[in-house]
């Protein structure tokens, strides 16, 4: 293609968009608010995912022995549990190391530790099971309650089953309002263009009649739906970077409990998201453009 026909091409196109300024405006506000949705969903959505890892890591099970069992059968379960469906790790913690761990996480001069040794420990051997992913945490955890040897079960699954049904129900909801906002984004650019082809309806039939191809004649109405398609979707998606590095900095601030938690930086969020919300903006407007074009344009 010549570059003579690009330059008519994209003038066309943006005389499009400044004839039907207000459906122009309407068309772009629509986009956005459907990438403003996608931005959102994407970011809670990731950063749930995020938090599940982190629980992976360090949440995990522990599982505590009874004190009457012997060095031999304490191997046996650790096999034992090591050969169930989902576990990657089984890490054996013996009462001294345990104790030395907690020493040195509460300081080893405090009067709770005091008289307190290898011949005097209260804890129990115990074992650390790390699992492959946190979804398959109640699975495991049904089999370790039905073995034999085992005093008590520690995990995090209440946490993990809110943090789930929370990732699940969030995503479902932000797609169908997604879907909805995206029909409602391609109607409106279907309606902007429709506009484009009535009032340049002449003009097309003199095109048609000197021999202009049908791709030459939709291609500046795509061009239209593409610019409104970019420019929904570039300007939430940067307000949107400097608002969430905002929003987490005050979830610190104003929320010292949650400090425990690491989100996502956002930098790793919108490596991600700015690609994607400027592909789909486009698609949008692509979607738009030639649906219009193929039920209203008659030549």
């Given at each position: 293609?010549?570059?003579?026909?690009?330059?008519?091409?994209?003038?066309?196109g943006l005389s499009g968009l400044r004839k039907n300024l207000l459906m122009t405006m309407a068309s772009v506000v629509a986009v956005a608010a459907c990438i403003s949705i996608l931005s959102f969903s994407y970011c809670v959505g990731s950063n749930l995912r995020h938090m599940l890892h982190q629980m992976e890591d360090s949440i995990g099970i522990s599982v505590f022995l009874n004190g009457d069992l012997s060095g031999e059968e304490i191997e046996t379960m650790k096999t034992e549990i090591g050969k169930i469906d989902h576990v990657v790790d089984v890490e054996y913690i013996s009462p001294r190391d345990a104790l030395d761990a907690l020493k040195k996480e509460w300081g080893a001069d405090e009067?709770?530790?005091e008289g307190l040794d290898d011949s005097n420990n209260p804890l129990s051997h115990s074992f650390q099971v790390s699992l492959d992913t946190i979804e398959n945490q109640s699975s495991v955890l049904r089999v370790l309650q039905g073995m034999d040897g085992i005093d008590s079960i520690r995990h995090g699954q209440t946490e993990t089953e809110f943090l789930l049904k929370v990732n699940r129900v969030f995503r479902?909801?932000?797609?169908?309002?997604?879907?909805?906002?995206?029909?409602i984004s391609?109607?409106?650019?279907?309606?902007?263009?429709r506009i484009s082809v009535a009032n340049r309806r002449v003009e097309i039939n003199i095109m048609k009649y000197v021999g202009a191809t049908d791709w030459f004649i939709r291609l500046p109405f795509v061009i239209?739906?593409?610019?409104?398609?970019?420019?929904?979707?570039i300007i939430p998606l940067l307000?949107?970077?400097?608002?969430?590095?905002?929003?987490?900095?005050?979830?610190?601030?104003?929320?010292?409990?949650?400090?425990?938690?690491?989100?996502r930086l956002m930098g790793e969020v919108f490596r991600f998201l700015l690609p994607f919300?400027?592909?789909?903006?486009g698609a949008l407007g692509v979607i738009g453009s030639v649906t219009s074009i193929r039920k209203h344009l008659r030549v």
């Open positions: 293609m010549r570059p003579s026909t690009i330059k008519y091409l994209l003038r066309e009067d709770i530790f479902v909801s932000s797609i169908l309002v997604m879907l909805i906002l995206g029909v391609v109607m409106i650019i279907m309606n902007t263009i239209e739906g593409v610019i409104i398609g970019l420019i929904g979707a307000l949107g970077m400097p608002i969430y590095a905002k929003i987490i900095s005050a979830i610190y601030a104003y929320i010292p409990v949650i400090k425990f938690v690491q989100f919300g400027v592909v789909f903006g």
